[in-house]
């Protein structure tokens, strides 16, 4: 069909899901969207060539938005870039929804648009932390570019990794869809009532985290080589320099909000091409993102907590959604709702005090 996508049952190709999250018609003998049983066989909505055309694309978009940034670093027009980069890349997340809503159907595109501003929001909380991590190993603005780039590159290739592992396991075993809402209602209850980052990272910088104690495990580590290096040598001997602790710890960090994002994700669809699309173009326009909002990221005080109730949200509806199906439409009123009141009641409670905004990257 029309751009690689399935409107109508295509059996034999891998992984089968559904298309959408919205209930069939009784009578039109169409596969109950929305709902994923184990042993059952679903469409999935995209064509071997779209899998192809969209990983390229994704491919060449992360290629040139690093070589933008580098570009943008050496001419020193940071924030205009950015800012038009950010607008470019979030153009392009609507755009696509565009796309699903003409070539596929408008529940498709609900769908995908749900996933992509909970993804979205979702990375702007890892970018805090990363900010943090900046801040905790004090990386100079001028050394911070290179660890944002792969940091980047790691929630790509953790997210891919969990994305295909946990519809598999969903495929196979109906029972994890709990397993799941349940995991997204602990992460919830931390990421709610855990204020504690500073004391964290305090501890990433004096090397009491475990996540520090197993980078000593392989290289010795030197507190004081401040430098654009990852390793220095030090009377004879390879050393990490504060750089490589904080990559390792944004890599560490990437790995478990992957734990936390893809979960929550598949709380919304399990059609595999949706679930991918909509968090390569979440991830899409992050270091764009992190220039444009580095000074105002400490201002977004209650992101953590409306975070946390969008997770309980989605693990409810992931454990209950066979009892208490909610709508596609439903989900994004709700979604939409709770992080517009999250950011305008930051965005009200006041600028932070002078001097304590975070350091551009770049």
Known sequence: QAFGLHPEISLGEWPPRCSAMAPADPG????????????????????????????????????????????????????????VSSVAWFSMGIAFAVFLWCFHDGDTALTFLTGYFVEKSLSV?????????????????????????????????????????????LEYFHSAFYIFGALLLWSAYKMFFDEDDDGDFESHKKGDSWMMRLLTLFIPYSAEAHCSKFVVKINGRWHATPMLAALVVVELSDLIFAVDSIPCILGLTQDLFLVFSSNMLAILGLRSLYLLLAEALEKVKNLKQGLAIVLVFVGLKMMAGSYFPISQHASLLVIVLILGVTFIQSAMSGSPKRGDGLQLPL
């Open 28 to 83: 039109s003998g169409e596969i109950p969207v929305g709902t994923l049983e184990a042993g059952s066989e679903h469409v999935p909505i995209a064509s071997t060539a779209l899998w192809i055309f969209f990983s390229l694309f994704m491919a060449g978009a992360l290629t040139l938005d690093v070589r933008w940034g580098a570009k943008r670093a050496s001419s020193g027009r940071h924030v205009a870039g950015a800012a």
């Open 125 to 169: 909380d890892n970018l805090i932390v990363i900010a943090l991590i900046f801040k905790s190993f004090r990386i100079k603005p001028v050394f911070q570019a290179p660890v944002l780039k792969w940091g980047i590159i790691g929630a790509v290739v953790f997210r891919t990794i969990f994305i295909f592992a946990g519809i598999t396991l």
